[in-house]
């Protein structure tokens, strides 16, 4: 059956920008749309912003699953580092840290004997959730467990940490095996016709001409921004940094199996962990901090820091659509948040993915309703992220800054508003789970953990009997004893790394 379209078929596609967010989409549209003609126009002299990527369970999924690219082959040339979750030192100024761990549904289940689901629980003890998880990263395991028999499994459930230039490298020499062309050009100019970009003209004096165009051009977003004029829509009003400081250093201690978070005096620090170094991230806002201060800052937390630093200015917001005629923009050159919840690679994979399956579900040609109906579904992401990440500032009472104290004031929680209103009236209740948006990154367990991590107020008084109480402390000893048996981190890297480890 044959379907009639308007617009002739989209069979060949040029992405402006190498990088993690031009190789990714390339991929996606090239294993996806498998008919597409690809080709990568990116400049080798510009190098790759060469920061660790901290990335989520969905994003291991996607590259293997998705892209179909061999775990064994990733492990053996990339050598990620699994994570676990995130370890915020947040919140209240009484304890040291809350987690947030991957495996959520623990949140929202319910052990036997109970009356209530695990959250109810956990808001009575003011405490992150104690699960198998959170306990491996709190002694530093890996998700490599021992059974009864002694038998390894793993739980995988878990995430990465990626070094972004070896991963690139890798990402480069899976696109040529595929079929995709890389030209190590510039993109000096852009030609516009009454479809979008009728072609590009490149540093070697040849020009390129394509279907459908991908901007992976980074902040610059050289195509939808600049040519294209799409507006950008700020979230300055909910997150007020705009500038980031990294460095790292080589490892002395022993490897983390999570990404830290650091409230600081004007923003936060992140650190994510790799076999050889540790990498460390400042995210502070220039209004009320100087980059000099936050150097100054950032070494006093960590002098092992080795210079030189590196200085990343940005915005924080999203394009009005990042889908405009034959131009689709993925990565930074499609809007930008900070990287407190390693979200990053996930919305590159996002939404090459929605883009992919609308030229599929098109057979090429893709409809007005189509470009729509993705355009609303990708901002959906970005607001959701944005409300998420919003309840991390307006809910921090670890430090008395300036800073801080005009994010508890002011910071706009945007779609967020209702959840965390339904949850300073009822709890953490199962029903407003129900009523969140279908495909919402977080979810109700992701608020729940944060909420009740960050121990934010709520009117509901909790009806907890002292004999359900001692249940559940007897189920968490269960997890705390199962974590025993789990390798460590230096055990558990040895063991994949040796050459007759498989994965399955």
Same mark, same amino acid.
């Given at each position: 059956?044959?379907?009639?379209?308007?617009?002739?078929?989209?069979?060949?596609?040029?992405?402006?920008?190498?990088?993690?967010?031009?190789?990714?989409?390339?991929?996606?549209?090239?294993?996806?749309?498998?008919?597409?003609?690809?080709?990568?126009?990116?400049?080798?002299?510009?190098?790759?912003?060469?920061?660790?990527?901290?990335?989520?369970?969905?994003?291991?999924?996607?590259?293997?699953?998705?892209?179909?690219?061999?775990?064994?082959?990733?492990?053996?040339?990339?050598?990620?580092?699994?994570?676990?979750?995130?370890?915020?030192?947040?919140?209240?100024?009484?304890?040291?840290?809350?987690?947030?761990?991957?495996?959520?549904?623990?949140?929202?289940?319910?052990?036997?004997?109970?009356?209530?689901?695990?959250?109810?629980?956990?808001?009575?003890?003011?405490?992150?959730?104690?699960?198998?998880?959170?306990?491996?990263?709190?002694?530093?395991?890996?998700?490599?467990?021992?059974?009864?028999?002694?038998?390894?499994?793993?739980?995988?459930?878990?995430?990465?940490?990626?070094?972004?230039?070896?991963?690139?490298?890798?990402?480069?020499?899976?696109?040529?095996?595929?079929?995709?062309?890389?030209?190590?050009?510039?993109?000096?100019?852009?030609?516009?016709?009454?479809?979008?970009?009728?072609?590009?003209?490149?540093?070697?004096?040849?020009?390129?001409?394509?279907?459908?165009?991908?901007?992976?051009?980074?902040?610059?977003?050289?195509?939808?921004?600049?040519?294209?004029?799409?507006?950008?829509?700020?979230?300055?009003?909910?997150?007020?940094?705009?500038?980031?400081?990294?460095?790292?250093?080589?490892?002395?201690?022993?490897?983390?199996?999570?990404?830290?978070?650091?409230?600081?005096?004007?923003?936060?620090?992140?650190?994510?962990?790799?076999?050889?170094?540790?990498?460390?991230?400042?995210?502070?806002?220039?209004?009320?901090?100087?980059?000099?201060?936050?150097?100054?800052?950032?070494?006093?937390?960590?002098?092992?820091?080795?210079?030189?630093?590196?200085?990343? @200015? $940005?915005? +924080?917001? /999203?394009?009005?659509? =990042? #889908?405009?005629?034959?131009?689709?923009?993925?990565?930074? %050159?499609?809007?930008?948040?900070?990287?407190?919840?390693?979200?990053?690679?996930?919305?590159?994979?996002?939404?090459?993915?929605?883009?992919?399956?609308?030229?599929?579900?098109?057979?090429?040609?893709?409809?007005?309703?189509?470009?729509?109906?993705?355009?609303?579904?990708?901002?959906?992401?970005?607001?959701?992220?944005?409300?998420?990440?919003?309840?991390?500032? @307006? $809910?921090? +009472?670890? /430090?008395?800054?300036? =800073? #801080?104290?005009?994010?508890?004031?002011?910071?706009?929680? %945007?779609?967020?508003?209702?959840?965390?209103?339904?949850?300073?009236?009822?709890?953490?209740?199962?029903?407003?789970?129900?009523?969140?948006?279908?495909?919402?990154?977080?979810?109700?367990?992701?608020?729940?953990?944060?909420?009740?991590?960050?121990?934010?107020?709520?009117?509901?008084?909790?009806?907890?009997?002292?004999?359900?109480?001692?249940?559940?402390?007897?189920?968490?000893?269960?997890? /705390?004893?199962?974590?025993?048996?789990?390798?460590?981190?230096?055990?558990?890297?040895?063991?994949?790394?040796?050459?007759?480890?498989?994965?399955?």
């Amino acid at each position: 059956m044959s379907n009639d379209h308007s617009s002739p078929r989209i069979q060949s596609v040029v992405v402006v920008g190498g990088g993690s967010a031009g190789l990714l989409a390339a991929l996606t549209l090239k294993a996806t749309a498998r008919w597409l003609s690809v080709r990568i126009i990116r400049s080798t002299s510009l190098g790759v912003i060469g920061v660790g990527e901290a990335t989520t369970p969905w994003f291991r999924r996607y590259l293997h699953d998705t892209l179909g690219i061999d775990q064994n082959e990733f492990y053996r040339q990339v050598r990620p580092l699994w994570k676990l979750g995130n370890r915020l030192e947040w919140g209240p100024a009484d304890r040291t840290h809350f987690n947030y761990p991957f495996g959520e549904s623990f949140i929202k289940s319910r052990y036997q004997s109970l009356s209530k689901s695990n959250a109810y629980f956990m808001l009575a003890e003011g405490i992150g959730p104690p699960s198998t998880f959170s306990f491996l990263m709190d002694s530093n395991r890996a998700p490599l467990l021992r059974d009864a028999r002694g038998r390894i499994g793993m739980d995988t459930r878990y995430a990465y940490h990626i070094e972004n230039k070896v991963f690139v490298e890798f990402l480069e020499r899976i696109a040529v095996q595929r079929g995709i062309t890389l030209d190590d050009e510039e993109v000096v100019e852009v030609a516009q016709n009454k479809q979008g970009i009728a072609s590009l003209g490149l540093s070697n004096g040849s020009r390129v001409s394509a279907d459908l165009y991908v901007d992976a051009s980074g902040f610059r977003s050289r195509l939808l921004g600049e040519a294209l004029s799409e507006p950008f829509v700020s979230f300055a009003d909910s997150l007020y940094c705009d500038t980031a400081l990294t460095g790292q250093w080589q490892r002395d201690e022993p490897i983390r199996s999570y990404t830290t978070s650091t409230t600081m005096d004007h923003g936060w620090c992140w650190r994510t962990e790799f076999e050889g170094h540790v990498n460390r991230g400042y995210v502070f806002s220039s209004q009320f901090c100087s980059e000099e201060e936050a150097r100054a800052e950032l070494k006093r937390l960590d002098p092992k820091i080795t210079e030189p630093l590196h200085v990343i @200015k $940005f915005s +924080t917001g /999203r394009r009005a659509n =990042f #889908w405009v005629n034959n131009v689709a923009a993925v990565g930074n %050159a499609a809007g930008f948040v900070e990287p407190l919840e390693s979200t990053g690679l996930q919305t590159i994979g996002e939404t090459a993915t929605r883009l992919a399956n609308c030229l599929v579900d098109s057979d090429g040609c893709p409809t007005e309703s189509m470009r729509r109906l993705a355009n609303e579904q990708i901002n959906r992401w970005w607001e959701d992220i944005r409300g998420f990440l919003a309840v991390h500032f @307006k $809910f921090n +009472t670890r /430090r008395n800054t300036a =800073f #801080w104290q005009q994010c508890r004031e002011d910071t706009n929680l %945007a779609d967020a508003q209702p959840i965390v209103g339904f949850y300073k009236e009822s709890g953490p209740s199962g029903l407003y789970y129900q009523m969140m948006p279908k495909g919402a990154i977080f979810g109700y367990a992701g608020y729940l953990a944060l909420l009740i991590g960050q121990r934010v107020p709520t009117r509901y008084q909790s009806q907890i009997s002292k004999n359900e109480l001692c249940l559940w402390k007897t189920a968490i000893d269960e997890n /705390r004893q199962r974590v025993e048996q789990a390798l460590t981190n230096e055990e558990a890297l040895q063991l994949i790394h040796r050459p007759d480890w498989r994965w399955h």
